[in-house]
């Protein structure tokens, strides 16, 4: 290939494009090389992603923020218990604090007087449509299509392609990886109860279930995340609709009421996994060809846009003499995002070792936790400021 641009950017999807909007941004030449769809009808999407406030600002900050109401659900409650699934107080507003407690449950709220949410719940075909279409309208960049040896010349070459990135592996770059014993079962649910804007999670004896709120503040549909050892995981995912969605109810005991399967559930293998080093001359990485953790925290998107809001800083911000692939420039992005990157796996690591046992004597600790945790309010705030992440959005 002939062209020669300043940034190369491996991979198509929501941190890759975000990194094409950023530096296309500062007049750089962006080749953005997405992998070809493949041939037939494709099923339909059914990811969602939570983001913080940090990712929604820099997502606002390239034009990227959905705008259909229906895509973005703010979430103004999380409620969080080890114990019975049937105890939902945020089901029952007027439920009195006794009934709290013995449900082993920690809530937060997000500050009436901020007006602003604990989080967003993104529908990820939107997100990407939207992304997709800021791209098309962005000069400086050019879409190509590659099947994985696709290698535009460039300065820097940044690999955004996930977990299994291919590119990573062919350049030599050491990727550890600690799997998890669990699978992550992914749905859509309609239920009977609107969501009324609360994220609900539950800890159970060796799975964790989340439920998300989609489709605007009055929905009733729900993204499901659900961590179980790998052959229950097997399991559902061949039920048919009815049973899936009959097990769902079963294990959150019916805390929106009947609930209907939309879409195909899907599943995908957990895993702890780190890239080492990030960076060599002209070679990059960020998102999960970096990094992975565990969802339970919901933070996976949100440190990968992390990543790149970083990178893009770093290179906006470069010595005028120093050139695009520069190694001890990449460092600067390296060590930036390291020890944040690893704090969120840590914590995630420990909430998994603490959440995801049987174990009787860590049941009964993380039961002690979340009471206490839901009486220290300036605690429960602290948690809340952390979740909303940094302010990263470059300035324009």
Same mark, same amino acid.
């Given at each position: 290939?002939? *062209?020669?641009?300043?940034? +190369?950017? /491996?991979?198509?999807?929501?941190? &890759? ?25 494709? *099923? ?16 606002? $900050? ?35 604090? !006794? ?5 082993? +449950? =920690? ?5 009436? @007087? ?31 299509? &590659? ?7 460039? @300065? ?9 990135? @291919? ?6 770059? +050491? ?5 998890? #014993?669990?699978? @992550? ?26 439920? /998300? #709120?989609?489709?605007?503040?009055? %929905? ?19 039920? $048919? ?21 939309? &879409? ?8 702890? $996994? ?21 969802? /339970? !925290? ?5 440190? %990968? ?17 120093? #050139? ?18 690893? *704090? ?9 070792? =603490? ?38 959005? #470059?300035?324009?």
């Amino acid at each position: 290939m002939s *062209a020669t641009y300043d940034v +190369a950017i /491996l991979g198509g999807g929501i941190v &890759g494009r975000t990194l094409a909007l950023l530096l296309a941004r500062e007049r750089l030449r962006v080749a953005l090389v997405e992998r070809a769809s493949p041939a037939g009808a494709a *099923a339909p999407d059914i990811r969602a992603y939570a983001l913080n406030a940090a990712s929604r600002a820099l997502l606002e $900050s390239v034009r990227a923020w959905p705008a259909d109401a229906q895509a973005v659900t703010p979430v103004w409650h999380m409620w969080v218990a080890d114990a019975d699934p049937v105890a939902d107080p945020v089901a029952d507003p007027v439920a009195d604090t !006794a009934h709290l407690d013995a449900a082993a +449950a =920690l809530r937060f709220d997000a500050d009436p @007087a901020q007006r602003a949410p604990l989080a967003w719940i993104v529908d990820v075909p939107a997100l990407e449509a939207t992304l997709a279409q800021a791209v098309a309208f962005q000069p400086g960049i050019e879409r190509l299509r &590659g099947d994985g040896s696709t290698r535009p010349k460039a @300065a820097l070459t940044v690999i955004c392609e996930g977990r299994r990135s @291919a590119t990573r592996t062919a350049e030599g770059f +050491a990727y550890e990886t600690r799997p998890y #014993p669990h699978t @992550a079962v992914a749905a859509r649910l309609h239920c009977e109860r609107p969501h009324e804007g609360v994220a609900r999670q539950w800890f159970g004896g060796d799975d964790i279930l989340a439920l /998300l #709120p989609l489709d605007g503040p009055q %929905g009733r549909s729900v993204a499901l995340v659900w961590s179980v050892p790998h052959a229950r995981a097997a399991a559902l995912l061949a039920q $048919s609709a009815e049973a899936f969605a009959a097990s769902v109810q079963r294990a959150c005991g019916r805390a929106l009421g009947a609930m209907h399967t939309q &879409g195909q559930p899907a599943g995908w293998p957990l895993e702890l $996994s780190v890239a080492r080093p990030w960076v060599r001359p002209g070679l990059a990485l960020a998102g999960d060809a970096a990094h992975a953790m565990h969802p /339970l !925290a919901g933070q996976g998107l949100n440190v %990968g846009l992390a990543d790149v809001a970083e990178l893009a800083r770093v290179l906006r911000e470069r010595e005028y003499w120093r #050139p695009l692939g520069d190694w001890r420039l990449l460092r600067r992005y390296e060590r930036a995002r390291a020890a944040p990157v690893a *704090a969120m796996q840590a914590a995630t690591d420990t909430l998994y070792g =603490l959440f995801g046992s049987p174990d009787a004597r860590l049941t009964a600790l993380r039961r002690w936790g979340l009471r206490a945790v839901d009486r220290l309010e300036p605690i429960k705030q602290w948690f809340i400021q952390q979740a909303a992440g940094e302010r990263i959005a #470059p300035q324009p």
